[in-house]
């Protein structure tokens, strides 16, 4: 269980460092220089970048064990990897349309099987921050090289080109 962070303290620590233009790492580090702990200073930068703090709770929880792999001194790398993997950015509000093309690529990836991880991780991320175009451009090109062939995930994804790309895609997605 993720420890109850001192919201108050840490989150407005968090909340001044990055309005002074120091970025998630650097704030992060600073944050365990004055006494908070690894998950506690994750869960406050998220939270002072604009997540609630319910969903850093939920997107830490996949990382449980992350700080016991890194040695005291070497926490930084931790938190690289936190941001690599978009733990920091918030969840995208998205509009209707926006809405209608992620539940296109959603059903692309429901049609398919062997995404590798690294490559989920990275879809994860940009869907759930509103990169659509990344995601769908992502997946385009694992589509050509993974299911050439899977009718269902190109039907879905050139319903989701003609939202998200509509004058760059046409009948031409999916080989």
């Keep these: 269980m993720l420890p109850?962070?001192?919201?108050a303290?840490?989150?407005e620590s968090a909340g001044r460092g990055l309005a002074e233009g120091d970025g998630v790492r650097a704030t992060f580090l600073h944050l365990l220089r004055d006494g908070a702990d690894?998950?506690?200073?994750a869960i406050a930068v998220c939270v002072a970048a604009g997540s609630r703090r319910e969903e850093a709770v939920d997107r830490l929880r996949q990382f449980a064990g992350l700080w016991d792999a890194f040695p005291p001194e070497r926490e930084a790398d931790g938190v690289d990897l936190l941001v690599l993997l978009?733990?920091?950015e918030p969840d995208a509000v998205l509009d209707d349309r926006q809405q209608a093309a992620l539940a296109h690529l959603r059903a692309a990836l429901r049609s398919v099987v062997g995404i590798p991880s690294g490559s989920a991780a990275t879809l994860s991320t940009h869907l759930r921050t509103g990169r659509l175009v990344d995601a769908y451009r992502q997946l385009e090109h694992l589509g050509d090289r993974r299911w050439p062939g899977n009718a269902q995930f190109w039907a879905?994804?050139?319903q989701a080109g003609q939202i998200i790309e509509p004058d760059a895609h046409s009948e031409n997605v999916g080989r």
């Design 38 to 41: 690894p998950d506690a200073a």
């Design 9 to 11: 303290r840490w989150v």
């Design 86 to 88: 978009g733990y920091f």
């Design 4 to 7: 109850e962070p001192d919201d």
């Design 156 to 158: 879905a994804m050139r």
